[in-house]
């Protein structure tokens, strides 16, 4: 099982899922409820009544103004998570208040903070392409039903696109390509690389570029630890000119893929993912067919995992796994991960003494 990492900022959903239906999501094992105030800011407490732990996100629990009102015995909280209303009585126990948790909105996604001291000047990492004017965006979430460090290890390994996601997004050369890996211990970042200069081209792009015949192919991968994964995907017909000094790059296709990686419980995340282009923006036939197609893929994905949890579940203890070359990517983030949740369990140990 990979370790919970707290005082963290997670993904609890894409921006537009919080309004004012009562939502909830579960991430490191809190129950959370998500709503929109009136004036549109995104609220997150505890999805849990006081007085009987009634999951607030349920019906009828609903929304009177800002407050919540807890469908069960009607207990009534604000946004503070304070409790201002208790049936039957004017005094309000003391204890009657709700965990709150600090919420950012960014890109497009709605970042709560989870851990046992507040984020202080520590802000979620970026993926300015999901609300920018510049990209046009596709995205959803589907969960799994294995261990987040499961879908970390899925993503830092792109070979396996050849052979889980053939006529979707593979093509023999993503396994048959050597990687290059670099870390930033430090910031908690892992880069992985992989150039194809002369690739046969997947479906996926054939489809929503219009290119014919082979491409160069690149997939830049930045993860940051633990829990958003940018791919940032080059595509050109093999023998256009690369990228300017200047960094622009106008005769290539980009493509930004986003996951939001978010552990539930032990055993499920939460994969919310997207996907950012830089061309044909109007063009809603090519948005259809990158979201079809996106979610195929991840779908795949989500099945491969699933079994895959199910058969660990199942292995004795002590059995030896083998790791290759382009296991260096994932392996990485898998010391991150430990060093991150070490250092979790240390800070909440000061804090305690």
């Given at each position: 099982?990979?370790?919970?990492?707290?005082?963290?900022?997670?993904?609890?959903?894409?921006?537009?899922?919080?309004?004012?239906?009562?939502?909830?999501?579960?991430?490191?094992?809190?129950?959370?409820?998500?709503y929109?105030?009136?004036?549109?800011r995104?609220?997150?407490?505890?999805?849990?009544?006081?007085?009987?732990?009634?999951?607030?996100?349920?019906?009828?629990?609903?929304?009177?103004?800002?407050?919540?009102?807890?469908?069960?015995h009607?207990?009534?909280?604000?946004?503070?998570?304070?409790?201002?209303?208790?049936?039957?009585?004017?005094?309000?126990?003391?204890?009657?208040?709700?965990?709150?948790?600090p919420?950012?909105?960014?890109?497009?996604?709605?970042?709560?903070?989870?851990?046992?001291?507040?984020p202080?000047?520590?802000?979620?990492?970026?993926a300015?392409?999901?609300?920018?004017?510049?990209?046009?965006?596709?995205?959803?979430?589907?969960?799994?039903?294995?261990?987040?460090?499961?879908?970390?290890d899925?993503l830092?390994?792109?070979?396996?696109?050849?052979?889980?996601?053939?006529?979707?997004?593979?093509?023999?050369?993503?396994?048959?390509?050597?990687?290059?890996?670099?870390?930033?211990?430090?910031?908690?970042?892992?880069?992985?690389?992989?150039?194809?200069?002369?690739?046969?081209?997947?479906?996926?792009?054939?489809?929503?570029?219009?290119?014919?015949g082979?491409?160069?192919?690149?997939?830049?991968?930045?993860?940051?630890?633990?829990?958003?994964?940018?791919?940032?995907?080059?595509?050109?017909?093999?023998?256009?000119?690369?990228?300017?000094?200047?960094?622009?790059?106008?005769?290539?296709?980009h493509?930004?893929?986003?996951?939001?990686?978010?552990?539930?419980?032990?055993?499920?995340?939460?994969?919310?993912?997207?996907?950012?282009?830089?061309?044909?923006?109007?063009?809603q036939?090519?948005?259809?067919?990158?979201?079809?197609?996106?979610?195929?893929v991840?779908?795949?994905?989500?099945?491969?995992?699933?079994?895959?949890?199910?058969?660990?579940?199942?292995?004795?203890?002590?059995?030896?796994?083998?790791?290759?070359?382009?296991d260096?990517?994932?392996l990485?983030?898998?010391?991150?991960?430990?060093?991150?949740?070490?250092?979790?369990?240390?800070?909440?140990?000061?804090?305690?003494?």
């Open positions: 099982m990979t370790a919970f990492v707290r005082n963290q900022w997670y993904v609890a959903a894409h921006a537009h899922e919080v309004g004012r239906e009562l939502l909830g999501r579960t991430v490191l094992g809190e129950p959370i409820l998500l929109r105030t009136e004036d549109g995104a609220v997150a407490m505890s999805d849990r009544c006081v007085h009987r732990r009634f999951p607030l996100s349920e019906k009828p629990s609903r929304l009177d103004g800002d407050r919540v009102v807890c469908g069960y009607g207990f009534t909280y604000g946004t503070d998570g304070g409790c201002v209303s208790v049936p039957g009585q004017q005094r309000i126990p003391r204890t009657a208040r709700l965990k709150t948790y919420v950012i909105e960014q890109d497009a996604f709605v970042w709560v903070w989870i851990g046992d001291r507040e202080g000047d520590t802000l979620p990492p970026r300015p392409w999901l609300d920018s004017p510049d990209h046009t965006v596709v995205r959803g979430m589907e969960p799994i039903d294995g261990d987040y460090g499961l879908l970390v899925n830092m390994d792109l070979s396996h696109e050849t052979y889980l996601h053939g006529g979707y997004i593979g093509t023999p050369e993503v396994a048959e390509t050597p990687i290059t890996t670099e870390v930033d211990d430090k910031a908690g970042i892992v880069y992985v690389s992989r150039h194809m200069d002369d690739a046969e081209c997947p479906p996926f792009y054939a489809e929503s570029t219009g290119i014919e082979r491409i160069t192919r690149w997939q830049d991968i930045e993860y940051h630890a633990p829990g958003l994964y940018l791919l940032h995907s080059r595509i050109a017909p093999v023998g256009a000119p690369g990228p300017n000094a200047d960094g622009t790059d106008p005769h290539a296709f493509v930004e893929v986003v996951y939001g990686i978010t552990p539930s419980t032990e055993r499920t995340t939460y994969d919310f993912w997207a996907v950012a282009r830089d061309f044909a923006l109007e063009d036939q090519v948005s259809d067919f990158l979201w079809e197609n996106n979610r195929t991840v779908l795949q994905d989500v099945v491969a995992l699933n079994v895959l949890q199910k058969a660990l579940d199942t292995e004795k203890a002590g059995y030896q796994e083998l790791s290759i070359n382009i260096t990517g994932g990485a983030a898998r010391r991150i991960l430990a060093r991150l949740a070490a250092e979790g369990v240390e800070q909440v140990g000061a804090a305690a003494r």
